[in-house]
T-cell receptor, first 113, second 116 residues
């Protein structure tokens, strides 16, 4: 089955700096890669996603890149703000929609003012 | 607000007991997923239902079971509870691509189970 690894497990950055979180997956059939943000006491919320026919996607300060050959994808947050502090999870979906999302172990991002 | 409702929000019980967690998906979503999140851990996939039928199973213990009812709400039953079952249990729903969905999961706020 699919296995998703995520690094680093914790990340501290100064406000205004960039943050990068990297994930690798094992199932070459995976075709959808979302990123979720979980704030304290809340459920995860989708912040950006990318599909296997796209190499990069941007949404304001957030971007995701995908390298299908190497089976890895990354989240980039620029101009970080204190409200970006949260736990971020990457995920991979294989074998068609809605069957089984496998999540990475998460990255705790702290943005220091 | 994701539109997914989970009850109860908090539950404290003793070892050996049985509990039921309930999830109401977003209006129109046919898929319901259950995840377990232990302290400072990731999201472990338990089970996925689509329109009342089980679609995929993760590392769900035999002591755990789930079902999705005709009105699409879902229940996760946890029995013979152990200390290690203490965790946050999340339900998520999604709209199937055949219904015009993108695959996005919408999570509830979770049910925090404490086993003493």
């Amino acid at each position: 089955g699919e296995n998703v690894e995520q690094h680093p497990s914790t990340l501290s950055v100064q406000e205004g700096d960039s943050a990068v979180i990297k994930c690798t997956y094992s199932d070459s059939a995976s075709n959808y890669f979302p990123w979720y943000k979980q704030e304290l006491g809340k459920g995860p919320q989708l912040i950006i996603d990318i599909r296997s026919n796209v190499g990069e996607k941007k949404d304001q300060r957030i971007a995701v890149t995908l390298n299908k050959t190497a089976k890895h994808f990354s989240l980039h947050i620029t101009e970080t703000q204190p409200e970006d502090s949260a736990v971020y999870f990457c995920a991979a979906l294989s074998r068609g929609y809605g069957q089984n999302f496998v999540f990475g172990p998460g990255t705790r991002l702290s943005v220091l003012p | 607000d994701s539109g997914v409702t989970q009850t109860p929000k908090h539950l404290i019980t003793a070892t050996g007991q049985r509990v039921t967690l309930r999830c109401s998906p977003r209006s129109g979503d046919l898929s319901v997923y259950w995840y377990q999140q232990s302290l400072d851990q990731g999201l472990q996939f338990l089970i996925h239902y689509y329109n009342g039928e089980e679609r995929a199973k993760g590392n769900i213990l035999e002591r755990f079971s789930a079902q999705q009812f005709p009105d699409l709400h879902s229940e996760l039953n946890l029995s013979s509870l152990e200390l290690g079952d203490s965790a946050l249990y999340f339900c998520a729903s999604s709209l199937h691509p055949g219904q015009g969905g993108t695959g996005e999961l919408f999570f509830g706020e979770g049910s925090r189970l404490t086993v003493l």
